[in-house]
């Protein structure tokens, strides 16, 4: 039986650490919506647009409507960009073509009806003939090769497409998927269930934050959370430079600054083995379903910039190990470089890697003579087996 003198000292550093719990959670409190007003109150477009997916770390939000890039956009029921609510069951003569990518595939910048996507839509649609073509997509900001893999799996296959189309661009893929992590499940043959972590997530109050995460776990969710580790790793990047950014001489893999601490060689190198495992995983996905596959190897404005001099030359490296990737795995393929150079190059572009509507329309050509009816054949790269 405890002395009452013990029950006294124990209900006093009981109500001590009461105290000092709630003194933290108001300066806590404090600082997280000082932090968030300093972050997001004198933005101009709010960054609300995406919500967290179980099995990747987020996608679009469905009914919504907003701005991005000063693009006003909406959602359908299924987070789809400027579609219609169409049945998942596609009518009778319609050939669904699904495109997936990033924020180039999804269209920044460039309002939906100048997108490749409904450019391609409209030409294919220009044949007479019985068969209606639907280009629906299904891209978002911020996805990586890994998330198209598991959104097929878990939603996009419902929508019974006969062809998938997947966008890489390789400055901005590489260094996501290298700071993704994947969930696999157990067993003599792996599936990939979940991809976790990057530099992307969906804060408490609903606005994307870019930091680096490991979770989702509540505690990144918060601003105070993005704006320590922020400067964090950019202390640590300071003492010590991380290789490739260290010192190789133009190199264009894409990163927020603050996050180049992570990106070692050797995770870089695990970015580029995840893009092309996801990839091939989704190939197989569609062809068990007997769905098409095409990849689209965009290129980016520093191949066609005189002025970039070694960044040009790094860029033109990596479009060439990801053709390479794609003739080692017989991956069907459609190499942009050469229809975006010869239709004027840094001209197509509005930054380093999103075209402009004209580049989109060089795009939605290139993809319409590698799909059109009568021509089933890419430019370059092998057909599905």
Not at 126 to 144: E, F, K, L, M
Not at 188 to 195: D, Q
Request: with cysteine; charged share 25%; glycine share 10%.
């Amino acid at each position: 039986m405890k002395s009452p003198q013990k029950s006294k000292r124990l209900k006093l550093y009981l109500l001590s650490f009461l105290l000092f719990a709630a003194v933290f959670a108001v300066i806590f409190g404090i600082a997280e919506l000082g932090l968030r007003y300093l972050h997001s109150g004198g933005a101009g477009e709010t960054r609300d647009h995406l919500i967290q997916a179980d099995y990747m770390p987020a996608k679009m939000k469905p009914h919504y409507q907003g701005r991005i890039w000063g693009v006003p956009f909406r959602t359908n029921r299924l987070g789809l960009r400027d579609e219609e609510d169409f049945p998942d069951s596609p009518p009778a003569g319609e050939y669904r073509i699904l495109s997936l990518g990033d924020s180039i595939a999804f269209g920044l910048g460039v309002p939906t009806a100048s997108h490749y996507t409904k450019l391609l839509e409209t030409r294919l649609n220009q044949a007479d003939g019985p068969t209606r073509y639907r280009v629906i997509n299904a891209a978002g900001p911020g996805y990586s090769p890994s998330g198209y893999c598991l959104y097929l799996k878990n939603d996009g296959l419902r929508l019974k497409p006969r062809l998938v189309i997947v966008e890489i661009e390789l400055c901005n893929d590489v260094t996501d998927e290298a700071l993704l992590r994947w969930e696999l499940s157990s067993g003599p043959r792996p599936v990939l269930e979940r991809v976790r972590g990057g530099r992307y997530i969906v804060g408490w109050d609903g606005n994307l934050l870019a930091t680096y995460c490991r979770g989702p776990y509540f505690y990144e969710k918060t601003y105070t959370y993005t704006v320590l580790v922020r400067r964090l790793l950019n202390l640590l990047y300071r003492l010590h430079p991380s290789e490739p950014f260290g010192s190789t001489e133009g190199v264009t893999y894409y990163s927020l600054g603050f996050d180049r601490y992570l990106l070692s060689s050797g995770r870089i190198e695990q970015g580029w083995t995840r893009i092309f495992g996801a990839i091939e995983r989704t190939r197989e996905l569609l062809k068990g379903q007997g769905v098409e596959f095409l990849l689209v190897i965009m290129p980016t404005q520093y191949m066609f910039d005189p002025a970039s001099g070694p960044y040009g030359r790094f860029a033109e490296g990596l479009v060439r190990r990801a053709v390479s990737e794609a003739e080692r795995r017989k991956l069907r393929f459609l190499d942009m470089t050469e229809p975006m150079r010869n239709s004027g190059g840094k001209s197509l572009y509005f930054d380093f890697a999103h075209p402009t509507e004209v580049g989109n329309k060089v795009i939605a050509e290139e993809l319409y003579k590698a799909l059109a009816p009568q021509s089933h054949a890419t430019r370059s790269g092998e057909p599905n087996d």
